[in-house]
């Protein structure tokens, strides 16, 4: 039975999400960095009594990433929903970092997502259905967080291209955009904000949203 994938799982908005979608039924498979980070978000998942598939690679390294992507799909199929919640957040003002590592914030915020999308989307376009979700963020740009805001603005044009892309086959690609610090307890919950993932991929296809943004308002905001 296909399920989920969540590829930057960890104790905050990957942990959520994969909790909601193992409480519908849906197998998941965990892709991170940290067998450490695996085994807390499996041992989380574990009382839904779905499948868990745990899965160690680093979003930034295309080859292991792709590995990850074929074990995931190998244990549980092509799969229904792939979430990407990898994300490297740092404060850095204009200049204050060097090349290199605006280089590897770019290749984490961004282009790991095409990487995943570009290995997963084309096979749920085959079949006609799936959902591609990423975890945005910095609704405004700000320049206490420029290599954040630069990703985060990456994230929003790569959903309008993955959905040119593979949108008229059926899959559903879209982002949540998280406007706050993730907390339990607060405004920003990571419970509260999977709850978006989920709506979003249940979403009739003449009700798609690209992308949906969760603040400091309870009805939060979103658009098409």
């Given at each position: ?8 799982v ?10 909601r ?10 892709i ?10 499996a ?9 868990v ?11 292991a990433?792709?590995?990850a ?7 549980l ?7 990407y ?6 404060p ?5 970092l060097?090349v290199r ?15 995943a999308a ?6 749920m ?6 959902s591609?979700?990423?975890t945005?963020?910095m ?5 206490g967080?420029?290599?954040l805001?630069?990703?985060k603005?990456?994230?929003?044009t ?21 406007a706050?610090?993730?907390a339990?307890?607060?405004a920003?919950d990571p419970d ?7 709506r979003l991929?249940?979403?009739p ?8 943004l969760?603040d ?9």
């Open positions: 039975m296909p399920g989920a994938v969540v590829i930057g960890g104790p905050g908005i990957g942990r959520s999400v994969a909790r979608f193992a409480r519908e039924g849906l197998p998941v498979a965990l991170a960095r940290s067998d450490g980070t695996l085994a807390d978000v041992e989380a998942v574990s009382p839904f009594g779905v499948p598939v745990s899965l160690a690679a680093d979003s930034t390294d295309e080859t990433l792709r590995a992507l074929d074990a995931a799909s190998g244990e199929g092509v799969p229904d929903a792939v979430v919640n990898a994300a490297l957040i740092r850095d003002r204009p200049g204050e060097p590592a605006q280089l590897d914030a770019w290749a984490v915020n961004v282009v790991g997502a095409l990487t570009a290995h997963v989307a084309p096979e376009a085959r079949r006609g259905s799936g591609f979700l990423i945005g963020g609704p405004e740009p700000k320049a967080y420029v290599s805001s630069l990703g603005a990456g994230v929003r790569l959903v309008d291209l993955l959905d040119e892309e593979y949108g008229p086959s059926g899959v559903h690609v879209a982002s949540v955009t998280v706050g610090p993730v339990a307890g607060t920003f509260d904000i999977a709850e978006h993932y989920w991929h249940t979403q296809r003449d009700r798609w949203q690209r992308e949906v969760h400091a308002e309870p009805a939060g905001w979103s658009h098409a």
